[in-house]
């Protein structure tokens, strides 16, 4: 094709578009422009309530940080503490300290004193064969719980000891009492 026949074609795209772009200049942006301007004057409205705020709020350049001094009779205060030691040390060695008693045991009954003897024999018996069997341990179990604290621990104690030293062989899969 001719530049001759192209020119009516560039002049409509040119018209065209200028036509475009003036409608979109006088419609469009007064719209906007309007919209955009309440919103930019709501905002500017806010934002000068805040700093009138922040203003009211701010304390006056010519005040001072506040201070407090306090004044502490040191001298005072250690003669009261050296009074008070004295007094909590003249207290605690004055006075004997209350021990707790001792929980006595119950008595041991003639049933409690014929079963540790019978299990002493049965420990007695163990030592002098140096082995420990699943019968010997049953009888023992049967034993303790008739017996006070004080003899049931100096049986258990008798036997591991002569267990430990290997006086007595245990001869059986678990606890030997």
Not at 74 to 91: D, F, V, Y
Not at 149 to 158: A, F, G, N, V, W
């Amino acid at each position: 094709m001719s530049t001759s026949r192209l020119w009516p074609f560039v002049g409509v795209a040119i018209l065209s578009g200028a036509a475009g772009f003036g409608t979109a200049a006088w419609l469009g942006p007064a719209e906007g422009r309007a919209v955009r301007s309440d919103a930019l004057e709501r905002q500017e409205a806010r934002l000068e309530e805040a700093l009138r705020k922040l203003e009211a709020c701010k304390p006056p350049a010519e005040a001072l940080p506040m201070r407090a001094t306090v004044a502490v009779d040191t001298s005072g205060l250690r003669e009261e503490i050296r009074q008070i030691l004295k007094e909590e040390l003249r207290a605690a060695t004055s006075a004997p300290t209350p021990s707790a008693p001792e929980p006595r045991s119950p008595e041991p009954t003639p049933r409690s004193v014929a079963d540790f003897n019978q299990g002493r024999g049965l420990v007695e018996n163990a030592v002098a064969t140096g082995r420990w069997s699943e019968a010997q341990r049953q009888e023992l179990r049967t034993l303790l719980p008739q017996l006070t604290p004080e003899q049931r621990q100096e049986l258990i104690r008798t036997l591991v000891v002569s267990i430990n030293s290997g006086k007595v062989k245990v001869e059986l899969v678990g606890a030997p009492f």
